[in-house]
């Protein structure tokens, strides 16, 4: 696929971080969530969390489980929710692993960099005051 690549991955249980694989993920930012292959989150003792429906590109209606793990990528490590991907899902790190990593995808030079970080405060709100501790 045109503007798609691929890159290193360490996917780990929350429960035991000594327990990992390496994974070789699809960067795909049409992508909400990551998809680890059913096989790997099992082997890594990730229970699941719920059960989840998604659309496919299609319009069809497909249900997957969805467990947390831990993902390291680029020297940076998050929490994050992964479907459990039957084997015609492909290995895909998805846009809100890549946001929670702080990440963004470069399609044109098939990189990964560190992306900007905004913090807003309401125009005429004053959190404190909000709080009772001004």
Known sequence: MKGTFRVPVR???LADPSVGRELDMLV???A???IVPREVL???HVPVDRRQKFP???GERIDRDVGWVRFRCQERTTPTQAVFGEPQDGVVL???TLHELGLEADPTTETL???EAYMYRFA???LRASLGSE
Do not use: C, K, M, P
């Open 94 to 96: 998805g846009r809100i």
């Open 11 to 13: 996917v780990f249980s």
């Open 28 to 30: 795909d930012t049409g």
């Open 56 to 58: 496919r590109a299609n």
């Open 32 to 34: 909400t969530q990551s």
């Open 113 to 115: 960099s560190e992306a």
């Open 42 to 44: 099992e082997a890594l």
């Open 124 to 126: 005429g709100h004053n």
